[in-house]
């Protein structure tokens, strides 16, 4: 089963140059997530299944106050908190946009993929 966190939107500390590191900039988070256990879909039981919102509320937790230099670090550390979740998680990919940092451009981005 492919879960899908799509669009997370939140402000963070995030950025090398001065005037990032002064005020929280908006990024967004789109995380994918392959869980090996699909009884949910016949229980209709929340205990049968992963629980996102926890994902997202460690999530919040994560950046809540901490600054990161590179979008690199906080897509790392965004993937951990979503490996550590659930045991059942078998992959999972965790896309962080940077939107309107490059005046030319929407957004930057990185993605991290691991597998259990």
Same mark, same amino acid.
């Not at 965790?94 to 929407?106: G, L, N, R």
């Given at each position: 089963m492919? +879960?899908? #966190?799509?669009?997370?939107?939140?402000?963070?500390y995030l950025g090398v140059y001065d005037f990032e590191h002064k005020a929280k900039r908006p990024i967004v988070i789109n995380i994918?997530?392959?869980?090996?256990d699909e009884s949910s879909c016949r229980s209709d039981n929340l205990?049968?299944?992963l629980d996102y919102d926890i994902i997202?509320?460690? /999530?919040k937790d #994560?950046?809540?106050?901490?600054?990161? %230099?590179?979008?690199?670090? #906080?897509a790392? %550390?965004?993937?951990?908190?979503?490996?550590?979740t659930?045991?059942?998680?078998?992959k999972a990919v965790?896309?962080?946009?940077?939107?309107? /940092? +490059?005046?030319? +451009?929407?957004s930057t981005s990185v993605t991290l993929t691991r597998k259990r």
């Open positions: 492919i +879960i899908k #966190l799509k669009d997370l939107t939140l402000d963070c994918e997530i392959d869980y090996s205990s049968d299944t997202i509320k460690q /999530i #994560l950046i809540a106050d901490k600054r990161f %230099d590179l979008i690199e670090k #906080l790392f %550390d965004i993937l951990q908190v979503v490996f550590n659930d045991e059942k998680i078998i965790v896309t962080v946009d940077k939107p309107k /940092i +490059i005046e030319e +451009i929407k």
